[in-house]
């Protein structure tokens, strides 16, 4: 087998959802190095989104279901599931993926909630996990919990859930960006904090005890704050082009980190796995089946994942 140890391998994702296309839109934008780059795809897939300008290595995945854009099918599941079992078995310095879709991979038999959790499942090892954080440029948004309903959330979030989450957020700062003290901000789960214990006990009962116990260990993290006063302030110095007040902030369930920081940069955004020896990086938003197979899909977001892995 090839060395791709230094390369980027690129996953087109859904055959029916954008992502071919947003990945030749992008490559074809970059004109990048066919050195750097692995596509792990299908031909067949690639020839129908586009052209590449580029000569690039294909490692090319059997597909036999149809080409349907925007629909929901078993094989396109069943292939989505493929490239990711093939580019974790070449093991290359960077996995970006195109968006995939959970119900086409449920159909399957592939019952994960993301692409996230399927590389945990097949790269984790000597008790690593994924974590899913949101970059762009200095915002970065890390989800304590991520797909899972709102209801189950307060369930999820212990002391020791949030110790082991945030230790690990600090272990990527330091050894992928070098940021030996960075700065964390906390999101409180209830509206105000709690409003100390007015409006939920979260805060109280978890939260800022895990705080406590973070900076024992020498973690910048901030007391659970109000989420929306405390994303507002970021978002000003985000706009005026500033630097943001904290090198990550902290959110304890999917929407609440994830609005803030795509209301601003759905675009420029991109989602990055975290925590296992390969970083993934991919897109912001998903298979857009609404417009698959029109050619007015936007690669700004796929642009942005490839280039997360140059630097």
């Given at each position: 087998?090839?060395?791709?140890?230094?390369?980027?391998?690129?996953?087109?994702?859904?055959?029916?959802?954008?992502?071919?296309?947003?990945?030749?839109?992008?490559?074809?934008?970059?004109?990048?190095?066919?050195?750097?780059?692995?596509?792990?795809?299908?031909?067949?897939?690639?020839?129908?989104?586009?052209?590449?300008?580029?000569?690039?290595?294909?490692?090319?995945?059997?597909?036999?279901?149809?080409?349907?854009?925007?629909?929901?099918?078993?094989?396109?599941?069943?292939?989505?599931?493929?490239?990711?079992?093939?580019?974790?078995?070449?093991?290359?310095?960077?996995?970006?993926?195109?968006?995939?879709?959970?119900?086409?991979?449920?159909?399957?038999?592939?019952?994960?909630?993301?692409?996230?959790?399927?590389?945990?499942?097949?790269?984790?090892?000597?008790?690593?996990?994924?974590?899913?954080?949101?970059?762009?440029?200095?915002?970065?948004?890390?989800l304590l919990t991520r797909h899972l309903p709102l209801k189950d959330v307060s369930k999820i979030?212990?002391?020791?859930?949030?110790?082991?989450?945030?230790?690990?957020?600090?272990?990527?700062?330091?050894?992928?960006?070098?940021?030996?003290?960075?700065?964390?901000?906390?999101?409180?789960?209830?509206?105000?904090?709690?409003?100390?214990?007015?409006?939920?006990?979260?805060?109280?009962?978890?939260?800022?005890?895990?705080?406590?116990?973070?900076?024992?260990?020498?973690?910048?993290?901030?007391?659970?704050?109000?989420?929306?006063?405390?994303?507002?302030?970021?978002?000003?110095?985000?706009?005026?082009?500033?630097?943001?007040?904290?090198?990550?902030?902290?959110?304890?369930?999917?929407?609440?980190?994830?609005?803030?920081?795509?209301?601003?940069?759905?675009?420029?955004?991109?989602?990055?796995?975290?925590?296992?020896?390969?970083l993934r990086t991919s897109p912001s938003h998903g298979t857009a089946f609404d417009i698959a197979?029109?050619?007015?899909?936007?690669?700004?977001?796929?642009?942005?994942?490839?280039?997360?892995?140059l630097y």
């Open positions: 087998m090839n060395n791709y140890s230094e390369k980027i391998a690129i996953l087109t994702g859904d055959p029916n959802g954008i992502g071919a296309e947003i990945t030749i839109k992008a490559l074809n934008m970059l004109n990048l190095p066919s050195s750097k780059i692995v596509l792990i795809s299908n031909s067949k897939i690639l020839n129908t989104y586009g052209k590449l300008e580029n000569s690039y290595e294909l490692i090319d995945v059997d597909y036999s279901g149809k080409i349907i854009p925007g629909e929901i099918s078993k094989d396109a599941g069943a292939f989505s599931y493929k490239l990711l079992e093939k580019a974790c078995e070449i093991k290359p310095q960077f996995v970006v993926t195109a968006p995939t879709s959970k119900e086409a991979m449920h159909l399957a038999g592939y019952e994960f909630n993301g692409q996230t959790e399927v590389l945990e499942k097949l790269l984790a090892h000597s008790g690593q996990k994924a974590e899913m954080l949101f970059v762009s440029k200095d915002f970065r948004v890390l979030l212990t002391k020791e859930f949030i110790l082991e989450k945030v230790e690990r957020l600090r272990n990527h700062f330091q050894k992928r960006l070098n940021i030996n003290k960075p700065s964390f901000a906390l999101c409180g789960l209830n509206p105000h904090a709690g409003e100390s214990g007015i409006l939920g006990n979260e805060e109280n009962d978890v939260l800022s005890p895990a705080v406590k116990a973070l900076r024992v260990r020498g973690i910048n993290i901030t007391n659970p704050m109000p989420a929306d006063t405390l994303f507002a302030k970021g978002i000003k110095k985000y706009l005026s082009g500033e630097k943001m007040p904290y090198d990550c902030y902290i959110a304890c369930y999917h929407d609440q980190g994830l609005i803030p920081i795509k209301s601003v940069a759905m675009e420029k955004t991109v989602n990055m796995t975290i925590g296992l020896d390969v197979g029109k050619n007015i899909a936007n690669p700004d977001s796929m642009i942005e994942a490839i280039k997360a892995c």
